[in-house]
């Protein structure tokens, strides 16, 4: 079965500096995809970036960059430069595609991250 | 151009009772998929609706159930409420790229069941 796995459940970061936050996951599948989602405590999940399976490059959105190792199966989410409005709940998700074209998201348990100023 | 917009957005009722909760999907979109998050916990995954249909249902009971109209609107019902359906509830809707199919959420609805 398909699974993500958030070790941290929570972080701190001070602001302006860079912070990791874990992902592993397990999959037999060869195609799949991985999504990083910011959810505030107003409780919208927020898109940030988004991996594929077979994209050879590191997928980069502004101040978030995704650091694919395939070989070890992680998926962590790096922010760049943090600033207090992203103190948040962070989740890792998959994309499980399932049969007739369809797909579900599999979500991690989440980080919760607080950046001081 | 709206995002995912989802009714109401609290909710409190009583165990046994039946709940609606509603979803309009982004514009462009024609699937929807309804989440169920508990608290301190990542979303699961309810059902998929699509072309009006029901396509996937994840490990939830038949009290469950939904329903997609033709403008790809979507409702979510649950019956017999139980204490443990407290919850926040997420529509996301899809149909955008179909090779990233990224889901995009709605702000949720919080159901507190006494």
């Known amino acids: 079965a398909q699974k993500i796995t958030q070790t941290q459940p929570g972080m701190f970061v001070q602001e302006k500096e860079a912070v990791t936050l874990d992902c592993t996951y397990d999959t037999s599948d060869q195609s799949y995809g991985l999504f990083w989602y910011k959810q505030p405590s107003s409780g919208e999940m927020i898109f940030l970036i988004y991996q594929g399976s077979y994209d050879e490059q590191n997928a980069t959105e502004g101040r978030y960059s995704l650091n694919f190792q395939k070989a070890r199966k992680s998926a962590n989410l790096v922010i760049s430069a943090s600033q207090l409005g992203d103190s948040a709940m962070y989740f890792c998700?998959?994309?499980?595609?399932?049969?007739?074209?369809?797909?579900?998201?599999?979500f991690g348990a989440g980080t919760r991250l607080a950046v001081h100023p | 151009d709206a995002g995912v917009t989802q009714s109401p957005t609290h909710l409190i009722k009583t165990r046994g009772q039946q709940v609606t909760l509603r979803c309009s999907p982004k514009s462009g979109h024609d699937t929807v998929s309804w989440y169920q998050q508990a608290l301190g916990q990542g979303p699961q995954f309810i059902f998929q609706y699509y072309e009006e249909e029901e396509r996937q249902r994840g490990n939830f009971p038949d009290r469950f159930s939904g329903h997609q109209f033709p403008n790809y609107s979507s409702e979510l019902n649950v019956n017999a409420l139980l204490l443990g359906d407290s919850a926040l509830y997420l529509c996301a809707s899809s149909g955008g790229d179909r090779e990233v199919d990224e889901q995009y959420f709605g702000p949720g609805t919080r159901l507190t069941v006494t």
């Open positions: 998700a998959m994309r499980e595609d399932l049969s007739g074209g369809y797909n579900k998201l599999i």
